[in-house]
């Protein structure tokens, strides 16, 4: 199931419109002006007009909305803690009358505080939440980050203890979810590069977490290397994830076959993955080609599905047409040094302890 973040400009029902045009199984929107505190109500008509056409399309229960980055739901400061609050309330109302499945948001930064503190903080805001939308379907996604400074959510430690502290105060545990964005987990330290490495970080995302809490993918190239802590997404197969593991491949020099090899094969295939919605924020505007990026990157990622669902077997025929390395596949790409990047990559995400309340200390922003 892929989708695109896509703008709302004009009205709500726009998104679904360009959505359907790109050939796109469902889509992700902010369902307001996300730079702003104060939101207009919604309007009756723009709901009933998104409601048919998502009728329509058939895509109840698969589209996505991601909550403004206003909102800091750790926040130490109390006043910014309780706007934070009463927007977050906004943006799952917003979702539940528009029927939208999935609600994303960053955790939020501790500044000022420690680690520890800052996911009580967060726990409790849920708590909150909950009371004040008891019943609503939407389901919360906490989204994991590139871990820069006081930022929650680099580690996958950081979700694991966030959504146990969630559950503990809440009665509708199945509204709390998880969402990942490979662009951030490469920055944050879980080395995508190569579809083994990226497996690996699967697997201890699994451990961790549990694959059944990961409800929404983000899909985007990394202008940042591995544990950077950069948030900055770069078109599929043109950054340090899919460009084919020793650079930033740039404008130009994509290569399908360093993409097969690259993590976004490990994604693509996985058979969790497969079923949920998986949605591109790369830069929009047009390719070189005159397509839209949209669409490319699009063609990109679809060109990796393989015959057998969650196997390593045959490429597509998508992907066979576009190289000629169509054996590629089958000989998994084994990393050169691959002790190495591996180890830096799982230690860095862990640094933070959760447990240590020193952390707090080391922020930066
Ligand atoms: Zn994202
Ligand atoms: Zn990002």
Not at 9 to 36: I, W
Not at 38 to 50: G, I, M, S, T, Y
Request: aromatic share 6%; glycine share 10%; proline share 4%.
């Amino acid at each position: 199931m892929f989708g695109s973040h896509l703008s709302i400009a004009g009205s709500m029902v726009n998104a679904l419109h360009e959505a359907r045009a790109l050939g796109l199984d469902t889509v992700q929107v902010f369902t307001k002006n996300q730079q702003q505190w104060n939101v207009k109500p919604l309007d009756d008509a723009v709901r009933q007009e998104w409601l048919a056409e998502l009728t329509s399309l058939g895509w109840h229960g698969r589209t996505v909305s991601h909550a403004s980055y206003l909102i800091n739901l750790a926040s130490h400061d109390d006043a910014l803690w309780a706007k934070s609050v009463d927007l977050m309330q906004v943006e799952i109302e917003r979702c539940e009358a528009l029927g939208i499945a999935f609600l994303v948001h960053h955790p939020g930064s501790f500044v000022g505080w420690t680690l520890d503190e800052g996911l009580e903080r967060i726990a409790d805001a849920y708590r909150e939440l909950f009371i004040r939308t008891r019943g609503f379907a939407t389901v919360l996604c906490l989204e994991g980050t590139a871990g820069a400074g006081s930022q929650i959510g680099g580690p996958f430690e950081h979700l694991a203890s966030l959504r146990r502290l969630i559950c503990d105060r809440v009665k509708e545990p199945g509204r709390v979810g998880v969402c990942l964005d490979t662009c951030h987990m490469h920055a944050a330290g879980y080395d995508l590069s190569t579809r083994e490495l990226a497996e690996e970080a699967f697997d201890t995302f699994s451990r961790v977490v549990g694959m059944e809490h990961l409800r929404v993918m983000h899909l985007n190239d990394s202008k940042g290397k591995v544990g950077s802590h950069l948030d900055r997404h770069e078109h599929i197969g043109q950054g340090w994830v899919g460009g084919g593991a020793k650079a930033h491949a740039g404008e130009g020099t994509f290569s399908q076959a360093a993409l097969r090899a690259s993590g976004f094969a490990a994604v693509i295939n996985h058979p969790h993955i497969q079923s949920i919605p998986k949605i591109l924020e790369t830069p929009k505007g047009t390719s070189p080609d005159g397509r839209a990026w949209d669409s490319v990157n699009l063609e990109r990622l679809r060109g990796l599905i393989s015959a057998a669902p969650g196997s390593l077997a045959t490429p597509s025929p998508a992907g066979i047409a576009s190289t000629a390395h169509s054996g590629q596949s089958k000989a998994r790409p084994i990393a050169k040094g691959k002790k190495k990047p591996q180890t830096q990559a799982r230690r860095k995400p862990g640094q933070q302890s959760v447990k240590s309340g020193r952390t707090g200390s080391k922020a930066r922003e």
